[in-house]
């Protein structure tokens, strides 16, 4: 399904009309320059993984307006990306009409891919889990998304980054576990693990 038809199912199964260009300005967010990991591939990479969990959801028109709007905003000298990509959603989704008990929902789902605590629903468990799903790749993308990452961050000095970036893999490692749901646990928990050690001991 090309984006157009997906963002278009999306929308009806949510009950509304999507504001007018709003796809496009979307996309056009995931083509900054500044990004190199967090772009369309990504946006692309994880609505696929959602169609493959979505009998697993609650909500799945939901879920996928929050994967759509997870990254919309990514700017890396940033510390509230999530915080103003999730004010956009729910900007959106008042400006097309939904109730805001949904925009609540949407902008709680996108705040929980800061990873910064457990996940606060199972729709946010997925959509996490889906997130973080990169980690568990096969090792030829795994060490492409490093490099995206490493792009990104190609303001950092070397040392420094090589510094942060084990910490914040090894903080990954030392979860009991990677992924919050069974479901990802099965696929991807030792693929992640081992993706994360080799990265952490190349590093």
Same mark, same amino acid.
């Given at each position: 399904?090309?984006? /157009?038809?997906?963002?278009?199912?999306?929308?009806?199964?949510?009950?509304?009309? *999507? *504001?007018?260009?709003?796809?496009?300005?979307?996309?056009?967010?995931?083509?900054?320059?500044?990004?190199?990991?967090?772009?369309? =591939?990504?946006?692309?990479?994880?609505?696929?993984? &959602? #169609?493959?969990?979505?009998?697993?959801?609650?909500?799945?028109?939901?879920?996928?307006?929050?994967?759509?709007?997870?990254?919309?905003?990514? #700017?890396?000298?940033?510390?509230?990306?999530?915080?103003?990509?999730?004010?956009? &959603?729910? #900007?959106?989704?008042?400006?097309?009409?939904?109730?805001?008990? &949904?925009?609540?929902?949407?902008?709680?789902?996108?705040?929980?891919?800061?990873?910064?605590?457990?996940?606060?629903?199972? #729709?946010?468990?997925?959509?996490?889990?889906?997130?973080?799903?990169?980690?568990?790749?096969?090792?030829?993308?795994?060490?492409?998304?490093?490099?995206?990452?490493?792009?990104?961050?190609?303001?950092?000095?070397?040392?420094?980054?090589?510094?942060?970036?084990?910490?914040?893999?090894?903080?990954?490692?030392?979860?009991?576990?990677?992924?919050?749901?069974?479901?990802?646990?099965?696929?991807?928990? /030792?693929?992640?693990?081992?993706?994360?050690? =080799?990265?952490?001991?190349?590093?």
């Amino acid at each position: 399904m090309d984006a /157009a038809a997906r963002w278009d199912r999306m929308w009806q199964e949510l009950g509304a009309s *999507p *504001p007018d260009g709003l796809l496009a300005q979307l996309r056009q967010a995931y083509r900054e320059p500044q990004r190199h990991y967090h772009t369309l =591939q990504h946006l692309d990479e994880c609505l696929l993984l &959602a #169609d493959a969990l979505r009998p697993d959801m609650e909500r799945p028109a939901e879920l996928e307006l929050a994967l759509w709007f997870h990254d919309a905003v990514y #700017d890396v000298h940033a510390h509230d990306n999530e915080a103003r990509s999730a004010r956009w &959603a729910a #900007d959106a989704m008042r400006d097309a009409s939904l109730d805001e008990d &949904a925009a609540t929902r949407v902008t709680s789902l996108i705040m929980a891919t800061c990873h910064a605590a457990p996940a606060p629903s199972p #729709d946010a468990a997925i959509l996490t889990d889906i997130d973080l799903a990169i980690l568990g790749a096969d090792p030829p993308r795994f060490a492409e998304y490093e490099r995206q990452i490493r792009a990104e961050y190609a303001h950092v000095a070397p040392a420094l980054f090589a510094t942060k970036r084990r910490a914040i893999l090894q903080g990954f490692l030392d979860r009991p576990h990677i992924y919050a749901t069974d479901t990802m646990r099965r696929r991807l928990e /030792a693929p992640a693990r081992r993706n994360l050690a =080799q990265a952490i001991a190349s590093g």
